[in-house]
């Protein structure tokens, strides 16, 4: 082995090491033109941006860092890539994270502009882990798949449904047979004091909430009982 190709070689490992972008070349990522969902991944919590605000334009108060976005995928990954901690579809690289003032970090944080609000949290045990809305909500309204509104739940209906749906089980991924099925899906939205929004998908028939968790009788009767009205 020559020096000035061991040296080549040392060079080579170093550029490798400084990020990923130069890996990324050499696999010849990313592959194509991807189309990433918005979201971002911090202490194994995973993140979307699909969160509505009341007012446009205006950000929430943040609170403490929580890191930085170490690698974007958009530009970069290839499509098989697994989002790991500290990385985001759309975010820039170097781009701090901050909590959001109000809420638990397991719920929401700030990055780049917006909001993102969990997907899935591998430790939570119940929604009410995963959603910290106790004691924040103010209107539960269900829309149907094109978005028209089915009805308001009254006070009682309210606090019951709350209540029971905060202490579902969180099962984390459940594969729905019908998910296709328009006709069988409402929206449940959560309006919260802030003015945002917390909303989730529930498909009637199978009883499951936001691909996570299996309604109660309870729950499922309140739903049933406004969509037939």
């Not at 309210?158 to 019908?178: H, Q, R, S, V």
């Not at 996570?212 to 499922?220: C, D, I, L, M």
Request: glycine share 8%.
């Amino acid at each position: 082995m020559t020096k000035k190709w061991l040296l080549a070689m040392i060079l080579s490992m170093s550029s490798l090491s400084a990020g990923c972008s130069v890996w990324d070349g050499i696999r010849g990522c990313p592959d194509g033109e991807i189309d990433w969902a918005d979201v971002i991944m911090i202490n194994d919590i995973k993140y979307g941006s699909d969160i509505i605000q009341e007012q446009e334009n205006t950000h929430p108060e943040t609170g403490d860092s929580l890191g930085k976005v170490t690698y974007m995928l958009d530009g970069h990954a290839c499509s098989s890539h697994k989002l790991k901690n500290d990385e985001a579809t759309y975010v820039s690289a170097g781009t701090p994270v901050y909590e959001v003032k109000g809420y638990k970090p397991e719920f929401r944080v700030f990055a780049d502009g917006r909001v993102f609000q969990v997907i899935d949290n591998p430790n939570a045990e119940t929604l009410g882990d995963l959603a910290d809305i106790q004691g924040k909500v103010t209107k539960i309204s269900i829309r149907s798949d094109d978005d028209t509104l089915l009805g308001e739940l009254d006070t009682e209906q309210t606090e019951t449904f709350l209540k029971e749906y905060l202490a579902l089980a969180y099962k984390g991924n459940i594969d729905p047979k019908n998910e296709s099925d328009r006709n069988n899906r409402v929206f449940i939205y959560f309006q919260l004091e802030d003015g945002s929004t917390f909303h989730t998908i529930y498909l009637i028939d199978e009883n499951i909430f936001g691909y996570g968790a299996y309604g109660n009788q309870k729950t499922k009767g309140i739903i049933e009982e406004i969509v037939k009205e």
